[in-house]
């Protein structure tokens, strides 16, 4: 499975972007998605989850009221939809995968079993 992350831009604060994830591959199983961050100079951070049938979605505390995670599994694509962007946002987006159908909340909070990662889309927010 690969996966191509797209979306991340420079936004001034206050504003919103759409990130996209697009699974290519071995991609006629199932799989929850999400998304993880990782700011300069610290750790990668979870961000966001949803099941294979998007019934289930886990976000960070830091993001639940600003932050929207859906898919389109005829696309093969996950977004999430960032409004109110702070400069704290800042970060390269990761989208990753974890196959079958089971969802885990642990598996994303540690990343813990994550099948795939994409490469990342940069969003920088500026003041």
């Known amino acids: 499975v690969q996966l191509q992350a797209s979306g991340g831009g420079l936004v001034q604060a206050g504003d919103s972007l759409r990130l996209s994830c697009t699974a290519s591959?071995?991609?006629?199983?199932?799989?929850?998605m999400g998304w993880f961050r990782q700011a300069p100079g610290k750790e990668r951070e979870f961000v966001a989850a949803i099941s294979w049938h998007g019934e289930d979605t886990y976000l960070a505390d830091f993001v639940k009221d600003r932050f929207t995670i859906s898919r389109d599994n005829a696309k093969n694509t996950m977004y999430l939809q960032m409004t109110s962007l702070t400069p704290e946002d800042t970060a390269v987006y990761y989208c990753?995968?974890?196959?079958?159908?089971?969802?885990?909340?642990?598996?994303?909070?540690?990343?813990?079993?994550?099948?795939?990662w994409g490469r990342g889309t940069q969003v920088t927010v500026s003041s």
């Open positions: 591959g071995r991609t006629s199983g199932s799989y929850a």
């Open positions: 990753a995968v974890d196959l079958g159908e089971n969802f885990w909340v642990t598996t994303w909070l540690h990343a813990d079993g994550i099948d795939y």
